[in-house]
């Protein structure tokens, strides 16, 4: 079975910092790889998604994140982030013969100071 | 279009009641998905339905069951509510279940059992 793991817990920045959120998965075959925002109130939507081609991928908000296959990584970037990023940023990761079933990350929490 | 509807919002229920997490929506997703997210964990899967009559286990079910007797819903029952059910559950369909696919995520529901 796949897992995900999510090495920051809690990040706090100021506004125009940049931003860097990890993640690695444990799976040794093809895997699709999503990035969810959970923003306060809200239900959580997609961010951005790498299912094959290109590894950096661009995702919504100036968003991107980039596959590192040899690394088991789908880190999550922004240069400069905004008060409004304050969110809570799940990674997940499924495969294609799984009936779509994700498996999560523990989340990470943003908070950007104004 | 209202995607993944979740009722109630909120719910207190005594030790040994039952409920039913009401889902829907209407995107005519065949895949369907619950979920619970415990305080600091990630998401964990519950039950979900490849398609209507067709359900299965996912990696927390004890304590819950589910029916899809039709595209739209996917009710999920709590029998014999316990402490360890307080968490907050997510309902979430599919496109298809490759795993290209993301998730469309409902507002969740927000169950303390006291």
């Known amino acids: 079975a796949q897992s995900v793991s999510q090495h920051n817990h809690h990040v706090i920045l100021s506004e125009a910092a940049s931003l860097e959120l990890g993640c690695n998965y444990s799976?040794?075959?093809?895997?699709?790889l999503f990035w969810y925002v959970q923003y306060p109130g809200q239900h959580l939507q997609l961010l951005l998604k790498y299912f094959s081609g290109d590894p950096l991928v661009k995702g919504i908000k100036g968003f991107e994140a980039e596959f590192i296959k040899s690394k088991f990584s789908f880190n999550l970037r922004k240069p400069s982030v905004q008060w409004s990023d304050t969110a809570e940023y799940f990674c997940a990761v499924n495969i294609n013969t799984n009936a779509g079933k994700s498996t999560f990350g523990d989340g990470t929490t943003l908070t950007v100071k104004p | 279009n209202a995607g993944v509807t979740q009722t109630p919002k909120f719910r207190i229920l005594k030790i040994g009641q039952s409920m039913t997490l009401q889902c829907t929506q209407d995107m005519n997703h065949n895949y369907m998905y619950w979920y619970r997210q415990d305080p600091g964990m990630g998401l964990k899967l519950i039950y979900y339905s490849v398609g209507a009559g067709i359900t299965d286990k996912g990696e927390v079910p004890n304590g819950y069951n589910v029916s899809r007797s039709t595209t739209e819903d996917f009710p999920l029952r709590l029998e014999l509510a316990a402490p360890s059910q307080t968490s907050v559950y997510f309902c979430?369909?599919?496109?298809?279940?490759?795993?290209?696919?993301?998730?469309?995520f409902g507002n969740g529901t927000r169950l303390t059992v006291t």
């Open positions: 979430a369909s599919s496109y298809r279940g490759q795993g290209d696919s993301p998730l469309h």
């Open positions: 799976y040794g075959g093809t895997v699709n």
